[in-house]
């Protein structure tokens, strides 16, 4: 209804000044050399209407003539974008579903249709590492870290290829360039913490690290690592505050306060620490400094006063007493661990010696001592250091495993093992 009023409007309008044109008096007259034109004023104001339409038509028309380039070029523009994101879709569906094929063919469709932006060229690093080409990943990683605002990402992919690959150096060095790029990052904390028990640098691996149970294993390595005694000192002292138990801890501060002068000290902490655990290695360390064999049965006595039941605590006493020609003694304490349920190898083992002890090269020695043996060779296993990763056997502590290179997992294991391996001298 609006229109057809509009309609009638502009009608009227027209006709309004067309007759208002019409009723013009007088003519125009035009010379242009010997050409001249003469016509009525309505007619020349008609023409001359007509001819202002044609010129901007003709206008128009030439701007769109002159345009076509560029109006291909925009559209050619539009059209690869929309199949580039096609391309960074089909990857992002591919990385995810594990195509590897697939994830790096789009992930190169996407880089050549969209050129080298951020999102391109992490996905041709992620689809690289997918399908195993670390070297493709490797070059997309470098394009990427020279970007800008994405150099931390670049910078991260190289660092996960270093760590992957176990180069240390070149990960400490991109470590501390992408710290410099993005500062404060939990993930980069995380892999500074790693790198730095990997490269041994405990000192700061402890400042990187939060709440650990195997902080009281950083802090002896730290002690071992550290040529200053005083600073060894401090870190032995925080493995044993935070492990009193903890045998390496225990003895990196006994040995550290033996050798300041703080003897007393010393074998308070390993005396302490024998009554929650003993262990074979304290024994070495508190009866260290005797060397009469009296004197070291007696000091074996001392140690063991607390907790003298325990396993540990009865092959100490037997060891020490048949060391010391106290055959009687020694058999009473082996004895008495059978009895008691233990039946590892170094008892039958003791047992033998003091059997050669008391009846000497005789007939019924021999067969006592045959009788021995054969115990020993069916007998459980000793207790011996193992790592709980790669489970190899260890002959002693080490804050990280020398076969596997993992650090914390070697521990006491007091469970059974193939027999054949040497007796841990008590
Ligand atoms: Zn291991």
């Given at each position: 209804?609006?229109?057809?009023i509009l309609f009638?409007?502009?009608?009227?309008?027209?006709?309004?000044v067309?007759?208002?044109?019409?009723?013009?008096?007088?003519?125009?007259?035009?010379s242009?050399?010997?050409?001249?034109?003469?016509?009525s004023?309505?007619?020349?104001?008609l023409?001359?209407?007509?001819?202002v339409?044609?010129?901007?038509?003709?206008?128009?028309?030439?701007r769109?003539?002159?345009?076509?380039?560029?109006?291909?070029?925009?559209?050619?523009r539009?059209?690869?974008?929309?199949?580039?994101?096609?391309?960074?879709?089909?990857?992002?569906?591919a990385?995810?579903?594990?195509?590897q094929g697939?994830?790096?063919?789009?992930?190169?469709?996407?880089?050549?249709?969209?050129?080298?932006?951020?999102?391109t060229?992490?996905?041709?690093?992620?689809?690289?590492?997918?399908?195993?080409?670390?070297?493709?990943?490797?070059?997309?990683?470098?394009?990427?870290?020279?970007?800008?605002?994405?150099?931390?990402?670049?910078?991260?992919?190289?660092?996960?290829?270093?760590?992957?690959?176990?180069?240390?150096?070149?990960?400490?060095?991109?470590?501390?360039?992408?710290?410099?790029?993005?500062?404060?990052?939990v993930?980069?904390?995380?892999?500074?913490?790693?790198?730095?028990?990997?490269?041994?640098n405990?000192?700061?691996?402890?400042?990187?690290?939060?709440?650990?149970p195997?902080?009281?294993?950083?802090?002896?390595?730290?002690?071992?690592?550290?040529?200053?005694?005083?600073r060894?000192?401090?870190?032995?002292?925080?493995?044993?505050k935070?492990?009193?138990?903890?045998?390496?801890?225990?003895?990196?501060y006994?040995?550290?306060?033996?050798?300041?002068?703080?003897?007393?000290?010393?074998?308070?902490?390993?005396?302490?620490?024998?009554?929650?655990?003993?262990?074979?290695?304290?024994?070495?360390?508190?009866?260290?400094?005797?060397?009469?064999?009296?004197?070291?049965?007696?000091?074996?006595?001392?140690?063991?006063?607390?907790?003298?039941?325990?396993?540990?605590?009865?092959?100490?006493?037997?060891?020490?007493?048949?060391?010391?020609?106290?055959?009687?003694?020694?058999?009473?304490?082996?004895?008495?661990?059978q009895?008691?349920?233990?039946?590892?190898?170094?008892?039958?083992?003791?047992?033998?010696?003091?059997?050669?002890?008391?009846?000497?090269?005789t007939?019924?020695?021999?067969?006592a001592?045959?009788?021995?043996?054969?115990?020993a060779?069916?007998?459980?296993?000793?207790?011996?250091?193992?790592?709980?990763?790669?489970?190899?056997?260890?002959t002693?502590?080490?804050?990280k495993?020398?076969?596997?290179?993992?650090?914390?997992?070697?521990?006491?294991?007091?469970?059974q093992?193939p027999?054949?391996?040497?007796?841990?001298?008590?």
């Amino acid at each position: 209804m609006l229109k057809v009023i509009l309609f009638l409007v502009a009608a009227s309008l027209i006709v309004v000044v067309a007759w208002l044109l019409a009723g013009i008096p007088g003519h125009v007259t035009a010379s242009i050399g010997a050409f001249s034109i003469e016509t009525s004023t309505p007619v020349a104001v008609l023409m001359l209407a007509v001819l202002v339409v044609a010129i901007l038509v003709v206008f128009r028309l030439l701007r769109a003539v002159w345009g076509i380039p560029r109006t291909g070029a925009a559209w050619r523009r539009r059209r690869r974008v929309t199949v580039g994101e096609r391309a960074v879709t089909r990857v992002l569906v591919a990385l995810a579903a594990g195509e590897q094929g697939a994830a790096r063919k789009e992930a190169r469709r996407a880089r050549s249709l969209l050129g080298e932006s951020p999102q391109t060229l992490l996905l041709v690093a992620e689809a690289g590492r997918l399908a195993g080409r670390e070297d493709e990943a490797e070059e997309a990683f470098r394009a990427l870290a020279k970007q800008k605002d994405a150099t931390f990402l670049g910078l991260r992919g190289l660092l996960r290829q270093a760590v992957d690959r176990r180069d240390w150096a070149e990960a400490l060095t991109l470590a501390k360039q992408a710290e410099a790029a993005h500062p404060g990052t939990v993930w980069l904390r995380q892999q500074r913490a790693e790198l730095a028990l990997q490269t041994e640098n405990w000192a700061e691996a402890l400042e990187l690290i939060g709440p650990d149970p195997n902080r009281p294993t950083y802090y002896v390595a730290a002690a071992e690592a550290d040529p200053d005694p005083a600073r060894a000192l401090g870190f032995a002292k925080q493995a044993w505050k935070q492990d009193p138990a903890f045998v390496p801890a225990v003895l990196a501060y006994a040995t550290r306060l033996r050798a300041t002068g703080s003897e007393k000290r010393a074998q308070a902490c390993v005396l302490e620490a024998w009554k929650r655990a003993p262990h074979p290695d304290l024994a070495i360390f508190a009866l260290a400094t005797q060397t009469d064999s009296l004197a070291r049965a007696q000091a074996a006595k001392r140690l063991t006063a607390a907790n003298p039941t325990h396993a540990e605590s009865r092959i100490l006493l037997a060891r020490t007493a048949l060391d010391a020609g106290l055959t009687g003694e020694a058999r009473h304490q082996v004895e008495t661990a059978q009895a008691e349920g233990v039946h590892q190898r170094r008892l039958s083992l003791i047992l033998a010696e003091i059997e050669e002890h008391e009846r000497g090269d005789t007939e019924a020695g021999r067969l006592a001592q045959r009788e021995a043996l054969r115990q020993a060779s069916t007998a459980d296993a000793d207790p011996h250091w193992q790592c709980t990763n790669c489970h190899a056997d260890q002959t002693a502590w080490h804050p990280k495993c020398t076969t596997c290179g993992k650090v914390g997992t070697i521990q006491w294991q007091t469970g059974q093992r193939p027999s054949g391996l040497p007796v841990i001298a008590a």
